[in-house]
């Protein structure tokens, strides 16, 4: 991985927002907090044991989150790994849950989790400040559920899970499904009946090239115009309008106007165009895209002693340098050498 070397630039201004060379703003920061997770997805771990990245302390995070949040960004999503294996989230929830943005207002303060400690968290993450929550769950019927997880008994645990963070007031409740054909592409129409008798948001995602394996192939990937013809045979959906350009999912309800239903196709739609992210690994590495085949160790600066100017400067020039897409299902598309769970999803 090559290392980005220190800009000479000038030093922004303190509220100087993020934007990259393309004009776009850059207000959502993903920030994975450990690469350890619970669980062996199938099409994202081999199952073997791989590697593990260096975490930073809680406070380390904190600094370089505030960092970010004084150059415009307004929503912060804690990821992993799986994040709630992570001992101080709650501390971490606490502090960030106290800052403001730019504009003086809290932040947006999401988290990603595979749902499985959930249960006996939901109540804290809630009192601790956390806004939403997004479980990832992968099939309604507990024998794929678990043939995905390879971990016995996962699928009421993780049902357990997202009561209990809809009863904390995590909402709206998000549940993430990764859709594979072969897999669980049998699933759709559960997931559609799913979201109205559990009152949760399912969103679908096109399965990228991101596995520590090599499972990814174009003929895998079940396309979003495929998800909406086959719900739309059970149950006619409306689309919904977009809330915000960098949206990604595109959103549908029911005639009824009972639960809703997202798909995000980063292969099909890809929506580079809008997007409004970076990412911090849990390595305290910046990435400017899903794909970057580059990383900027903004931690590396930080342990060498370079003041908060000096990193705000820093991530400046980073952001600038941001990618245009991505160029998945190109000829010479190159995987980026972490793989989801390294990167934080
Ligand atoms: N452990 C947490 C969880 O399960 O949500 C957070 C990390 S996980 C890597 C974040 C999300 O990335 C999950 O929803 C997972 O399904 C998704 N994901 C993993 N590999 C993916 C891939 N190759 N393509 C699309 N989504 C992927």
């Known amino acids: 991985m090559a290392a980005a070397s220190l800009p000479a630039t000038r030093t922004p201004p303190l509220d100087s927002r993020l934007t990259d060379s393309y004009g776009r703003v850059i207000h959502d920061l993903r920030v994975s907090i450990t690469d ?21 302390a809680i406070g ?5 989150i505030r960092l970010f949040v004084d150059l415009g960004i307004t929503k912060v999503r804690l990821t992993g790994g799986e994040p709630l294996l992570r001992r101080g989230l709650l501390d971490l929830i606490k502090e960030l ?34 806004d939403r929550a997004t479980v990832s769950m992968d099939a309604v019927d507990a024998a794929t559920f678990e043939r995905i997880t390879r971990v016995p008994g996962s699928f009421a645990t993780v049902l357990r899970g997202i009561r209990a963070a809809r009863t904390a007031g995590l909402t709206p409740l998000k549940i993430n499904c990764v859709l594979l054909r072969g897999f669980n592409d049998d699933q759709i129409e559960g997931f559609a009946r799913f979201a109205r008798e559990e009152d949760v948001v399912v969103r679908f995602i096109e399965f990228m090239p991101l596995e520590e394996g090599r499972l990814w192939s174009p003929e895998i990937v079940v396309p979003l115009a495929e998800i909406v ?6 149950l006619p959906l ?6 915000e350009a960098s949206e990604t999912a595109r959103r549908y309800t029911f005639t009824d106007r009972v639960g809703e239903i997202g798909i995000i196709a980063p292969v099909t739609r890809a929506f580079c165009g809008a997007c409004s992210r970076v990412r911090l690994t849990s390595d305290g590495k910046i990435r400017t895209c899903l794909f970057s085949q580059v990383e900027h160790d903004l931690y590396g600066r930080m342990r060498a002693g370079a003041d908060d100017q000096e990193l705000r400067s820093y991530i400046h020039h980073t952001v600038q340098g941001k990618e245009a897409r991505h160029h998945i299902g190109e000829p010479g598309f190159l995987k980026p050498s972490r793989s989801m769970v390294h990167i934080g999803g």
């Open 238 to 243: 409306v689309e919904l309008p977009r809330r």
């Open 60 to 64: 380390e995070y904190l600094r370089l």
């Open 36 to 56: 350890r997770c619970n669980y062996r997805c199938v099409y994202c771990r081999t199952g073997e044991a791989g590697p593990q990245y260096p975490e930073l």
């Open 229 to 234: 013809e086959r719900i739309s045979k059970v």
């Open 97 to 130: 849950a106290a800052l403001r943005t730019v504009e003086g207002e809290p932040l947006d303060l999401a988290l990603t989790t595979n749902g499985h400690l959930l249960e006996s968290l939901a109540e804290a993450l809630k009192a601790s400040g956390l």
